[in-house]
């Protein structure tokens, strides 16, 4: 059974918390704390969880985020909580990220009337060198150049977006483009699963290859039609503690690989911040 509507802004003010909780002294957002590889801060989730705590009105802890990312060394998709350089092997080259960060900046400052304090010129001469380089995909799976990626970059620097370069692969990553305000390239309906969640790709096999809460949130973010029974699934895969987890097992897409996973790093990620931002984001909207 679905979650009423009235429970629903209970989930958000929850998110709200959870984020809060995730946030570390230095400003930046853990991606899950509860998830050994995901303690790190990724740009691509801290701009999207940025934006929706600037939309809630949560002005700090926004503005503590920008601060944390001002005060980097390098231009890596990821940082240790205390700003320090990821030694690991997890991929380091994305841009996504760095377009998302201006992008959730310009909008906060706008939202919020203020002026920005924030050194975005390095950046932005960073993102216009590389922005037709390839790079690895928002899964950190591929490298090549993306369409999200590409929507990431022209959305930070507020200029036209080129796909002539772009792969053509269907990937639930191309749902940012109507949520930056951009053209979906093609329809991604093959995606939803039959109970509505949304796929990140047809064959995944990471965690048996689940729904992604935060996909299926911004799916609604993009479809006036679908918000409503988007924001319900999200809200129903809640756990009792209120947190919202990465996947949901509902309709795996290779059952056979969810428990190789699941030897490999424990339980999939929950409370993941992105979910919850990407929720709210949803919630406050609809």
Known sequence: MPPSRAAEPSLAQRSVEVIL??????????????????RYCWLRDGSFVADAMSRAGERASAEAFFDFVERLDGFDARYRL????????WP????????????????????????????????????????????VDWWE???????????????????????????????????????????????????VSPGGGVWRYPG???????????????????????????????????TPEGHLPEQAQDHLQVPDMYEPWVAKWGPPPSPLLWSHAMFLDLAMRH
């Open 21 to 38: 909780e995730g946030q570390a002294p230095s400003g930046a957002y853990v991606a899950c704390p509860s998830f050994p590889p995901y």
């Open 82 to 89: 205390d700003g320090g350089r990821d030694e690991s092997h």
């Open 92 to 135: 380091l080259r994305q841009h996504d990220g760095w377009g998302l960060l201006l992008w959730a900046l310009r909008g906060h400052c706008r939202r919020h009337r203020v002026a920005s304090r924030w050194d975005t010129a390095r950046i932005e001469r960073r993102l216009e060198r590389v922005r037709h380089e390839p790079c």
């Open 141 to 191: 799976e591929r490298e090549g150049i993306h369409a999200a990626t590409l929507a990431c970059i022209a959305a930070g620097l507020e200029d036209a977006l080129d796909l002539s370069a772009a792969e053509q692969r269907l990937d639930a990553s191309l749902l940012v483009l109507p949520f930056l305000g951009f053209e979906l390239p093609r329809p991604i309906d093959e995606l």
């Open 204 to 238: 995944d096999e990471y965690y048996g290859g689940g729904e992604w809460l935060l996909l299926t949130a911004l799916l609604g973010l993009c479809s006036e039609a679908r918000a409503a029974d988007c924001l319900e699934w999200v809200a129903a895969h809640a």
